[in-house]
């Protein structure tokens, strides 16, 4: 597929109503692989794992022994220490993204009308800190044990508060939570506010910082987490003998602008977002079903107005559980037939693991920059094949592609499904 310029509008599915098209002009991450996309690309076209043993907290007494942390983070370059001493590490992991997506967009928030600058981060509450405010409160009682802070520092909009304090912007701010379909979630919704005329830049994306004991053993006993005790082997999404997901953390921001917006100021564009879809399985709090999991890459296709025939990489939501990994290729199934089987599919998560909250949006930045580098990053870890899995997952090694479309995947626990597709826009 030849991908022509961007117009400025495009006509919506009644045919009648012109709306903006939204494009990507920056991008940030802090995440497992590195502390920007530049690192994290290295990594990835090297097919490096992330995965390492637990350190955040004493894991002697789990059965799961790996995860995929943030190393060699320093809030202090972000921020100054007061301002550290005010935030979560969610917080600091947005707000580090978030500086490094502004300043690869040239955004000047100083030529910008602040009330056309908005911010939709998705996070989820650090369970180790609120344990630790529960047990402050405990010992010393409600006036000298609580924490001033303690909404403005825990609350699922605080990322998206303080990111948008920090740059001054003052449209549309707050968090959607999916849980795993979170980054991306917030990617699509902020497109629909660019599209429905509210603003003309959005930052957008996820932060997660929950790697704590207290969710850790909660969705260890799901049966959701890899008890592999070889990091390197421990997220293998879908081979066969994959058995469960790897925790992570990290975070993923982009900028968002209507096309001809960045045109105007004359931004670099990094993608387009050209559609989004949404979906919920209303079936069960943890097993996924492919049909609405189908339904949302559907519409998502739809509104962006895309042949299945025209995708070209599908970024899959491939967590390495054996009921999602299925589910998920019996979905891609359903929507593109025979041409499931020629389209190629890779997962991030087998290097970095899991974000939960984040996990979407730092995979989109892995899309894009897929799309951009021209070549497919591989699904590590691939060695035995699934005769439940058997589409084509870019085995191990990257492999040179012109990727012009792509649809990103993220399906979240407990049924809430998001899907981007994403276009490569000539220069």
């Not at 909404?151 to 795993?180: E, H």
């Not at 996924?288 to 995708?311: C, D, F, G, H, S």
């Not at 090694?397 to 990727?403: F, L, T």
Request: glycine residues 10%; hydrophobic residues 40%.
């Amino acid at each position: 597929m030849n991908t022509a310029e961007v117009s400025t509008n495009s006509v919506n599915s009644w045919g009648t109503i012109n709306i903006p098209r939204v494009v990507v002009t920056g991008m940030g991450t802090i995440n497992p692989l590195g502390l920007s996309a530049e690192e994290f690309w290295d990594g990835l076209v090297a097919g490096k794992s992330a995965i390492g043993p637990i350190t955040h907290f004493d894991a002697s007494n789990f059965r799961v022994k790996v995860d995929a942390e943030v190393h060699g983070f320093d809030a202090a370059k972000y921020m100054d220490l007061k301002a550290i001493d005010r935030t979560s590490r969610t917080i600091q992991f947005a707000i580090a993204a978030a500086k490094e997506a502004i300043q690869s967009a040239g955004l000047d928030m100083a030529q910008e009308n602040s009330d056309r600058v908005g911010v939709s981060i998705s996070t989820m509450t650090e369970q180790g800190y609120v344990v630790w405010g529960w047990e402050q409160y405990q010992k010393t009682g409600p006036r000298r044990g609580a924490d001033p802070l303690f909404i403005t520092k825990s609350t699922a909009s605080a990322a998206s508060m303080k990111v948008g304090m920090m740059l001054g912007a003052r449209g549309p701010n707050g968090s959607v939570n999916s849980l795993c379909a979170s980054g991306a979630d917030a990617i699509g919704t902020a497109t629909n506010f660019i599209r429905l005329g509210y603003v003309d830049v959005m930052i957008a994306g996820g932060s997660d910082a929950s790697l704590e004991p207290v969710g850790v053993a909660g969705i260890d006993i799901l049966g959701a987490l890899s008890h592999e005790p070889d990091p390197s082997k421990a997220c293998r999404p879908f081979d066969l003998n994959r058995n469960g997901f790897v925790y992570g953390e990290g975070a993923g921001l982009v900028v968002l602008e209507s096309y001809e917006h960045a045109k105007k100021r004359g931004a670099p564009i990094l993608a387009e977002i050209a559609g989004a879809g949404w979906s919920f399985d209303a079936h069960d709090a943890t097993a996924p079903a492919p049909e609405a999991e189908a339904y949302a890459m559907r519409t998502a296709l739809q509104n962006a107005r895309v042949k299945i025939e025209e995708v070209d990489y599908i970024n899959a939501h491939g967590t390495s559980t054996k009921l999602n990994d299925a589910c998920e290729t019996q979905a891609i199934k359903l929507v593109f037939g025979e041409h499931a089987y020629k389209i190629p599919i890779s997962s991030t998560k087998s290097m970095i693991g899991h974000g939960i909250t984040a996990g979407g949006a730092v995979e989109t930045i892995a899309a894009i920059l897929v799309m951009n580098k021209g070549i497919i990053h591989p699904t590590i870890n691939y060695e035995t094949p699934d005769p439940a899995c058997d589409l084509d997952y870019v085995p191990n090694v990257a492999r040179p592609a012109q990727v012009n479309v792509c649809l990103k995947n993220s399906f979240g626990l407990g049924g809430e499904n998001c899907c981007l597709v994403l276009k490569r826009v000539n220069k």
